[in-house]
């Protein structure tokens, strides 16, 4: 079994910074692409940001360069760093994984963290 336990999210006023980790943990056989995505009430869930295992990152157009994706593979943990928020920021926020557990090593599955919300507000 695999677990996906995401932390930062809170309130936090527009234009201040907010840090979002998650650790991947459980029967990984190899931890491959992670990235975050945002579902605000109303809208579909998007793309935020990726990451590739060797660090290959890509971002929605939309974030203007705001937000940074990294990870620490050691502690099979991806991290997003949201600077100058924005009010359309606020949503629930996402962590995916696309892994290969022990159980079955030569098949990549995704897997979802439960979420966590940002809200930027006055």
């Known amino acids: 079994q695999v677990q996906l336990v995401e932390s930062g999210g809170g309130l936090v006023q527009p234009g201040g910074s907010l840090r979002l980790a998650c650790a991947a943990s459980?029967?990984?056989?190899?931890?491959?692409?992670m990235g975050w995505y945002r579902q605000a009430p109303g809208n579909q869930r998007e793309l935020v940001a990726t990451i590739t295992s060797d660090g290959n990152t890509n971002y929605a157009d939309s974030l203007e360069g705001r937000f940074t994706i990294s990870r620490d593979n050691a502690k099979n943990t991806v991290y997003l760093q949201m600077n100058n928020l924005k009010p359309e920021d606020t949503a629930v926020y996402y962590c995916n994984a696309r892994l290969m557990t022990s159980y079955s090593p030569f098949r990549e599955y995704p897997y979802w963290g439960q979420g966590t919300q940002v809200t930027v507000s006055s």
């Open positions: 459980g029967r990984i056989f190899r931890l491959n692409t």
